[in-house]
């Protein structure tokens, strides 16, 4: 009896001591996609990507996966998810979806609830050894979002009331990081928009081994099919005529905003840099990590958004072309965001006092007309649209711009999600309640983008900082680049949108100021304090007032394209961005006045900017 009770007691305490099976899946990894997509935007602030359910108010299709499981048993069951609607309404959210587990769907609606970021309890359901299913039922289409899903054997252990950096280190102890692979080059470009694009073939065609790192699928960035603006600003013009003529070997003949996707020819920018022998394109990587020794890059971590896997890319120089100036951020560059002061480069444009004021970001989208009528849900979550403050239109391009007055960067999530928000309100109110609803009843929402397009954040700073001054007055640099021809374009909210919707504007004005077309110091384009990083793109080194002419996608191309050509001559003699100017300027004027674009290339640029420089050769005019 004793021995029989002995063992029972060992029995009992052996249990005790057996670790709780846990797994995390993370959402973004799962195999098939189905209709969501995978959001890699706010990386920096949650630790990873996520999935979305972008169906603009139609569900999407179930995302699917495989686990395999060591240990049967009985699971308790979590996903980390957001109520996007949160901080406008207190209702019950309409990013509703569900989970399945070996295709019994547990009841429990998610998404719908709670203010930030959190861990929901799903329910428990026994898994078996070896493989087993999951799957997310989108239920409504309205942008409901996955992070990840947390399973464990012991009840007691819930990740509920983890923050975003608990989160993380739970990440780090179920999916520690391997880095896989270390890989040496002359140049490592981050972004792949225009700017990046032409910086990377630049130098590919100088001789140097380029790798160009993007976060997305498609290259182009703005100009890609996910945000659909078009190309601005005017190429191939003095002092430097030979830049931007690359432009012509993937720019679109079409142009326009908001337009549909073929109208910006992804294909044609994929074959553009394919076709570079001396490129490494890493597409769907995010740079996360950069490792520096005193003044100096000497490398960077980059992540696949999707599954997780983690490369280390090394080189004696860099270009930041991300927009958000975010490896010069990373590496302890000097930055500056929001508006200077008036009297800190005698900017007549400038606000008296400096503030953190900036040109914000668009979510475009557009309608198309069926042959039916086309039903709408009902969507009112915080903002509330009548007949006084309606937007009675069928498609929204670059005036369609909020979070002017919140921080680009940690505050992005909510800019891009109040985008969204504003369109769905305003769209199911001319649809089901508008006195003028009958002119939408056979429209449908053909294209809402979610991959926000921005116009500002961090700019880094250079030996010299472009300012209005250098526009007004036309100042001749000696180390003259780039051409800028677009008007000194600064976006402020729009006066009668303010009215309505004081603080959360979502609409915007400009008003241009004409300039005599610029060329830039090329000073601008390297960091003052990061001896060897280059950047291209709306993060050079200007004031937020300069910023309103340079950072057109054209001119941020022959930015790209002078630092190529920059970095081929520090590949060449083993040197710094700074040392170019210092003593091969010459050779870089050069590079910069014969360009490196083909010459047998027909021209698509098309002249639907506010100035327009239509003689040839393209000469300066005043406007």
Known sequence: MCKKFLITIIAFLSSLMVEASEILVEAESFHQKGGWVVDQQFMDQMGSSYLLAHGMGKPVDDATTTIHVKEGGLYYIYVRTYNWTAPWSKKSGPGRFSLSVNGKI???????????????????????TGTNSLALHD???????CDAVYMTTDEVQSPVGLDTKATGLLRKR???????????????????????????????????????????????????????????????????????????????????????????EDTKKDSFILAEKNITLYPCYRAVKVKTIGNLIQ????????????????????????????????AGADWRMGREAQGEYHESL???????????????????????????????????????????????????????????????????????????????????????????????????????????????????????????????HEDASFTTSWSIDLHFADSINSIHFPGNEFKTRTIHRWIYPYAVPYRCLYSRNVNNLFMAGRNISCTHVALGTVRVMRTTGMMGEVV??????????????????????????????????????????????????????????NH
């Open 299 to 330: 490398s960077v971590v980059i992540r696949q958004i999707s599954t997780g896997e983690e490369l280390c890319l090394s080189a004696p120089i860099f270009s930041d072309c991300t927009g958000d100036g975010t490896i010069g951020y990373m």
């Open 350 to 476: 400038a606000p008296v006092k400096a503030d953190s004021v900036v040109m914000g970001t668009s979510i475009q989208w557009y309608s198309e007309l069926k042959d039916n009528k086309v039903s709408f849900p009902e969507f009112c979550y915080g903002v509330n649209f009548n007949e006084t403050n309606k937007e009675t239109v069928t498609k929204g391009e670059w005036t369609w711009e909020t979070g002017m007055n919140k921080n680009q960067i940690t505050e992005a999530e909510r800019i891009r999600d109040y985008g969204l928000l504003v369109i769905y309100s305003n769209w199911s109110f001319l649809k089901n309640h508008s006195v003028e609803k009958k002119k939408f009843s056979n429209r449908s929402l053909a294209w809402v983008g979610y991959i926000a397009g921005k116009r500002e954040s961090r700019r880094l700073l250079g030996d010299y900082v472009l300012s209005e001054e250098d526009i007004n007055k036309n100042v001749l």
């Open 106 to 128: 547990i009841s429990k609606v998610l998404g719908a609830e709670g203010k930030d970021w959190q861990w929901q309890k799903v329910g428990k359901m026994r898994l078996k």
């Open 174 to 264: 179920l999916h520690p990081q391997v880095i896989l692979k270390q890989k040496n080059y002359d140049f490592i470009v981050i972004g792949g928009g225009i700017a990046g694009m032409c910086a990377a073939a630049s130098a590919a065609r100088l001789g140097c081994k380029v790798a160009l790192v993007n976060d997305r699928p498609v290259l182009g960035g703005n100009n890609s099919s996910e945000v659909r603006v078009h190309l601005g600003g005017t190429i191939e013009m003095m002092p430097n005529q030979g830049l931007g003529r690359m432009i012509r070997e993937f720019g679109h003949s079409k142009g326009g905003n908001a337009q549909p996707g073929n109208f910006y």
């Open 564 to 621: 190529g050509m920059a970095a081929g001559l520090c590949h060449q003699y083993g040197i710094m961005p700074r040392d170019v100017y210092r003593h091969h300027l010459p050779e870089l004027k050069v590079l910069m006045q014969d360009g490196l674009g083909k010459k047998d290339v027909p021209d698509t640029q098309h002249f639907n900017e506010p100035n327009r420089f239509l003689d040839k050769p393209r000469a300066f005019i």
């Open 139 to 145: 239920l409504t289409g309205f942008e409901g979002r």
